[in-house]
């Protein structure tokens, strides 16, 4: 069982940067799918961007295109997401997440999550 513990969220001013990690342990598979959820109070929970193992294929919401980039270092177990020209709307707690068998955006397709770090954009 994959375990999965976010950080790096906190409160920044519209325009700023933040950048989250996620550092995965326990059972790893070898070729899968890593992604950054999203939610706001009241809101549904929405993928943000997921990158694929094996490869590094990506994949973003167009509200975060061109803004956040999602990496991933193999050697460490870690995934990243980088936020730039943040905006108030980007306010939400952000979740990290594994799928061994789904490549996309769908939450339904991921296994593994993480328990959250909140990111708060202010104007």
């Known amino acids: 069982q994959a375990r999965l513990v976010e950080s790096g969220g906190g409160s920044v001013q519209a325009g700023g940067s933040l950048r989250l990690s996620c550092a995965a342990s326990?059972?790893?598979?070898?070729?899968?799918?890593m992604g950054w959820f999203r939610q706001a109070p009241g809101k549904e929970r929405e993928g943000v961007a997921s990158?694929?193992?094996?490869?590094?294929?990506?994949f973003y919401s167009d509200s975060v295109q061109g803004r956040f980039t999602i990496a991933l270092d193999n050697s460490k177990n870690t995934l990243y997401l980088q936020m730039t020209s943040l905006k108030p709307e980007d306010t939400a707690m952000y979740y990290c997440?594994?799928?061994?068998?789904?490549?996309?955006?769908?939450?339904?397709?991921?296994?593994?999550w993480g328990q959250g770090t909140q990111v708060t954009v202010s104007s």
């Open positions: 990158i694929y193992t094996n490869g590094g294929s990506t």
């Open positions: 326990g059972y790893i598979y070898s070729s899968y799918c």
């Open positions: 997440a594994a799928a061994p068998s789904y490549y996309g955006l769908k939450s339904a397709g991921f296994d593994y």
